[in-house]
């Protein structure tokens, strides 16, 4: 066993990390090595583009890249791309896409797309003097950071405003310069970053050269300079509207009335308890990180932003509601979502390539009209299970055959076992005992 600290790691081949990481961690290092270089690209260069997007590269993990077709949105036919691991996710979509193609698909509207970011910093000189200069800083912090906002300005964003914040009362000394900007296509977040490191830089220069601090230049600290990924006000809603009795016999068993009635209970019920609602809102995200993801863009600034807006009013809420009016079935959701359709992996990455081209190269308005449709499609389906037939029926079809291709099951036993565990709890053991004993009977028939 070799010592399992290292320096100088990042500089070795790949080749050779491979070899220090089996060589220190695993009990079998060829059979490791193996295995983990078997995941390598057998393109050398479409290797090369995915090593590059990360450091200390030994191998590719693969996630299922499924589709979604039939997803009507704002009138629109898309088929969506759907990276996840979990089973019945992307038949869950599917089915609710197919169920609203018929009941006038998913609306969708993005309500905003501001962004923000911070320079956060102290400043222990007087208050008032910082205001009164305040609107000559900003010009000054517009005119240094315009090499870095010419071009987003020409393609229609750029700085929109810039706050000036007294936060003392929270932290000694604590000020912000607020900042919202527009980006257009892209996420953003290095156009927004390297504005706000500008943004800091101005304001230490500024301090330092301006006669009405002079003296005070010791007083100014930028603590830092980031974008935040919460962006309440980059945010779309997504619903779905039919008259109650148009659910008509999509309501597995249920009568309309009686299914509309109870779907709107479970929703009230996640905007009332936590728990119920990080559930309820996990599995809005099952479907809004598939494609998120599929396309290459954060989804952990997505997951971050949402759950804070679930939590905007001081509790944890539901981030779908349902209403019942006037006869008309309603369900809706609104998410902030930070996206980009430019930059970033968005082009880069092969497959987030196909994605967007899957989905018609849209711009980030119109992903995030078909983000949003997905999730919502994915918190009505697993609804529709919870308050019908119950969530375990699908997932344990998924369940029996994942057992089944593990005890290498043929397709004669595949097609037994589906009948026979109809109306029979799955388990390994279960599913074990009813083979051992099939293929007994088989032999001894044979
Ligand atoms: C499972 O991944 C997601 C659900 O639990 C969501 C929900 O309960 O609403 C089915």
Redesign the pocket.
């Known amino acids: 066993m070799q010592e399992k600290t290292i320096s100088g790691f990042s500089k070795l081949s790949k080749v050779d990390k491979v070899r220090w990481v089996v060589e220190n961690f695993f009990a079998d290092p060829e059979e490791a090595g193996r295995g983990l270089m078997s995941f390598w690209h057998k393109d050398e260069e479409q290797q090369r583009v995915l090593d590059g997007f990360s450091e200390n590269t030994i191998s590719n993990y693969y996630l299922p890249y499924g589709v979604a077709p039939n997803f009507m949105v704002n009138g629109k036919l898309y088929t969506v791309p759907m990276v996840i691991e ?1 089973s019945s996710v992307v038949a869950a979509a599917s089915s609710a896409a197919k169920f609203w193609l018929s009941r006038g698909g998913f609306h969708a509207k993005v309500l905003s797309t501001r962004k923000i970011g911070q320079v956060h910093f102290c400043w222990k000189g007087d208050s008032a003097r910082l205001f009164r200069h305040f609107g000559e800083l900003e010009k000054r912090l517009r005119r240094d950071a315009a090499h870095l906002t010419a071009n987003m300005e020409s393609r229609g964003g750029g700085v929109l405003d810039i706050e000036l914040l007294d936060l003392s009362h929270l932290e000694p000394d604590y000020y912000q310069l607020k900042v919202s900007f527009e980006t257009c296509d892209s996420m953003g977040a290095n156009f927004i970053n390297s504005v706000l490191e500008e943004f800091g830089s101005t304001l230490e220069i500024f301090v330092q050269e301006h006669p009405a601090f002079e003296g005070e230049e010791e007083h100014l600290e930028v603590v830092m300079a980031i974008l935040s990924n919460y962006t309440p006000e980059c945010i779309v809603r997504a619903w779905v509207e039919c008259p109650v009795d148009a659910l008509g016999s999509g309501c597995n068993g249920m009568s309309p009335e009686e299914f509309a009635d109870k779907f709107a209970k479970a929703v009230r019920i996640a905007h009332i308890d936590p728990h119920r609602a990080t ?2 809102n ?2 809005i995200f ?1 479907g809004v990180d598939a494609v998120v993801l599929a396309t290459a863009n954060d989804f952990r600034a997505v997951e971050a932003c949402g759950h804070t807006y679930a939590a905007r009013d001081g509790q944890y809420r539901s981030l779908s509601s349902c209403s019942l009016e006037d006869g008309v079935f309603r369900f809706w959701l609104d998410l902030p979502l930070a996206l980009g359709t430019i930059g970033g992996l968005t082009r880069l990455h092969p497959m987030a390539r196909r994605s967007l081209e899957l989905l018609g190269n849209p711009g980030a308005e119109e992903l995030m009209e078909v983000i949003a449709a997905t999730g919502l499609a994915q ?1 009505f389906a ?2 529709r299970s ?1 308050v019908t037939t119950g ?1 375990q029926k699908g997932h344990m079809k998924m369940h029996l055959m994942n057992i089944l291709n593990h005890l290498g099951a043929t397709e004669q036993e595949v097609e037994e076992a589906t009948t026979h565990f109809q109306d029979k709890v799955v388990s390994f053991t279960a599913v074990r005992e009813f083979l051992k004993s099939f293929r007994k009977k088989k032999g001894s028939l044979a």
């Open positions: 979990e559930t309820h996990k599995g099952n918190n697993a609804l919870l969530i």
